[in-house]
């Protein structure tokens, strides 16, 4: 097992290139069991849930290399199959195989999900948008086993926002006979992401990006080619690391539009922001200021920047709140950030932060995939060195975090880890 080994004190300085979005990307690979036939995708992650998806992929008999960033799959030969809970249980985004599984064949069987470790976050959102289509789900021996004859068009309301639920019906529903309207859906980039995907495999799809998504199933689908989008969550981490380091930051290949509300915010915390619509500088000064914010969907201040955000407000000067209004149990990396020094009170899901001039490195452990950016970050601007334990989360969504933060000039460094 690998540990992230950071010694603070420096400034990040330089440029680099945004990386592909894995919220993005596995959706979209996924996708291609809509269409049997060759497909290329471009700009693709190299991060390990990646890889499990197609691996998760090849489970169902697809077949699948990884040229750099460019990953050619083939699933002419996919079957009606399992998902496997070995798999399945690594990476919650692996229920997005139900929808094209059960549009494709008409039945589907896969494990609940797993991932990061904090917080309930029940598929009941997928489950009842696959059985308003007409599926008849049951659960079996931790399986979500689903099967239907044919799928219908339906007015499907969702509760919540969900990017899962929404991408998973919106696969289902090209296949389905008639039209589907999703109320209430997400808006985040990685939705239109998809749906110009599946557009550009054939499908009828309308309002992308917005409240309401209109589907007309039943189009003729065929394999596309497909680049993924810049990785929003990663441009963020990148900028408030900048930001926070009183550094001078750029990336470059980014959707600006993507992270207008991070953007906003660090203009109000005393950062400098100069950014056109691919490239973003930012420059922070020798401390930044408090603030008050609430998560949201998007186009709200993401969810997954407030653990990053907390590192900032660790050090920003005065006294910060910070409310997580998506999920309110998402704070397993307070009592870490505490280790290295941070003063921060809890109740509920509040977090009050009094900021300090410095932290102090040591040895603290990871316990999710955003928490262990925010934890990174943390020793960045911490005395001495800070030992990231459990990085196996970080590389679920970061692309050699350690490479691209030395190329900032950051002293940054991964080491194994002995076992007990």
Same mark, same amino acid.
């Given at each position: 097992?690998? %540990?992230i080994?950071?010694?603070?004190?420096r400034?990040l300085?330089? !440029?680099?290139?945004?990386a592909?979005?894995?919220?993005?990307a596995?959706?979209i690979?996924?996708?291609?069991i809509?269409?049997?036939?060759e497909y290329r =995708?471009?700009?693709?992650?190299?991060l390990r849930?990646?890889?499990?998806?197609?691996?998760?992929?090849e *489970?169902?008999?697809?077949t699948?290399? /990884?040229?750099g960033?460019?990953?050619?799959?083939? *699933?002419?030969r996919?079957?009606?199959?399992?998902a496997?809970y070995?798999l399945?249980?690594?990476? +919650?985004?692996s229920? #997005?195989?139900?929808?094209p599984?059960?549009a494709? =064949?008409? !039945?589907a069987?896969?494990?609940?999900p797993?991932?990061?470790?904090?917080?309930?976050?029940p598929?009941?959102?997928? $489950?009842?948008g696959?059985?308003?289509?007409?599926?008849e789900i049951t659960?079996?021996e931790?399986y979500?086993?689903?099967?239907?004859e %044919?799928?219908?068009g339906?007015?499907?309301d969702?509760?919540?926002?969900?990017?899962g639920a929404?991408?998973?019906?919106l696969m289902?529903a090209?296949a389905a006979?008639?039209? !589907?309207?999703?109320?209430?859906?997400?808006?985040?980039?990685?939705?239109p992401?998809?749906a110009e995907?599946?557009?550009a495999?054939g499908?009828?799809?309308?309002?992308?990006?917005?409240?309401?998504?209109t589907?007309?199933?039943?189009?003729?689908?065929?394999?596309?080619?497909?680049? $993924? $989008?810049p990785d929003?969550?990663?441009?963020? *981490?990148y900028? $408030?690391?900048?930001?926070?380091?009183?550094g001078?930051?750029?990336?470059?290949?980014? +959707?600006t539009d993507?992270?207008?509300a991070?953007?906003?915010?660090l %203009?109000?915390?005393?950062a400098r922001?100069?950014?056109d619509d691919t490239?973003?500088?930012?420059?922070?000064?020798?401390?930044?200021?408090? =603030?008050?914010?609430?998560t949201?969907? #998007?186009?709200? =201040?993401?969810?997954?920047? /407030?653990?990053?955000m907390?590192?900032?407000?660790?050090v920003a000067?005065?006294?910060?709140?910070?409310?997580?209004t998506?999920?309110?149990?998402?704070?397993?990396?307070?009592?870490?950030l505490?280790r290295?020094g941070?003063?921060? /009170?809890?109740?509920?899901n509040?977090?009050?932060i009094?900021?300090?001039?410095?932290l102090s490195?040591? +040895?603290?452990?990871?316990?999710?995939l955003?928490?262990?950016?925010?934890?990174?970050?943390?020793?960045?601007v911490?005395?001495?060195?800070t030992?990231?334990?459990?990085v196996?989360?970080?590389?679920?969504?970061?692309?050699?975090i350690e490479e691209r933060?030395?190329?900032l000039?950051?002293?940054?460094? +991964?080491e194994?880890?002995?076992?007990p």
């Amino acid at each position: 097992m690998d %540990k992230i080994v950071v010694r603070g004190g420096r400034s990040l300085r330089g !440029t680099i290139e945004a990386a592909g979005s894995k919220n993005a990307a596995l959706p979209i690979l996924t996708a291609a069991i809509l269409a049997p036939g060759e497909y290329r =995708f471009t700009h693709v992650p190299l991060l390990r849930d990646v890889t499990t998806m197609a691996r998760l992929l090849e *489970t169902l008999g697809a077949t699948f290399h /990884q040229d750099g960033h460019v990953l050619h799959l083939d *699933t002419s030969r996919v079957e009606a199959g399992e998902a496997p809970y070995d798999l399945v249980k690594t990476m +919650r985004a692996s229920v #997005y195989v139900l929808g094209p599984l059960l549009a494709r =064949f008409g !039945t589907a069987r896969v494990s609940l999900p797993g991932g990061c470790a904090w917080g309930p976050r029940p598929i009941d959102l997928h $489950i009842k948008g696959m059985t308003a289509l007409g599926a008849e789900i049951t659960l079996e021996e931790g399986y979500v086993v689903a099967r239907a004859e %044919k799928l219908t068009g339906a007015d499907i309301d969702l509760e919540i926002a969900s990017v899962g639920a929404t991408g998973n019906i919106l696969m289902a529903a090209v296949a389905a006979h008639g039209i !589907t309207r999703i109320r209430n859906a997400a808006r985040e980039p990685e939705i239109p992401a998809l749906a110009e995907f599946l557009v550009a495999m054939g499908a009828r799809i309308e309002g992308a990006g917005t409240s309401e998504i209109t589907i007309e199933g039943g189009a003729p689908l065929k394999p596309a080619p497909c680049r $993924i $989008i810049p990785d929003r969550i990663e441009v963020g *981490t990148y900028l $408030i690391a900048g930001a926070m380091t009183a550094g001078d930051v750029t990336l470059t290949g980014c +959707r600006t539009d993507h992270v207008g509300a991070l953007l906003v915010r660090l %203009k109000q915390l005393g950062a400098r922001i100069e950014a056109d619509d691919t490239t973003i500088r930012v420059v922070g000064p020798e401390r930044l200021d408090s =603030f008050e914010l609430r998560t949201d969907f #998007y186009p709200g =201040f993401p969810t997954d920047l /407030q653990a990053q955000m907390m590192a900032l407000a660790a050090v920003a000067n005065g006294r910060s709140v910070l409310t997580d209004t998506v999920y309110t149990d998402r704070f397993t990396h307070v009592a870490e950030l505490q280790r290295l020094g941070a003063d921060i /009170q809890m109740e509920r899901n509040v977090a009050v932060i009094n900021g300090a001039k410095r932290l102090s490195g040591a +040895r603290v452990m990871a316990t999710d995939l955003r928490a262990s950016a925010a934890l990174i970050l943390a020793g960045l601007v911490a005395d001495g060195e800070t030992h990231v334990s459990r990085v196996y989360h970080i590389d679920r969504g970061y692309e050699r975090i350690e490479e691209r933060l030395t190329a900032l000039g950051a002293d940054v460094r +991964r080491e194994a880890e002995p076992g007990p």
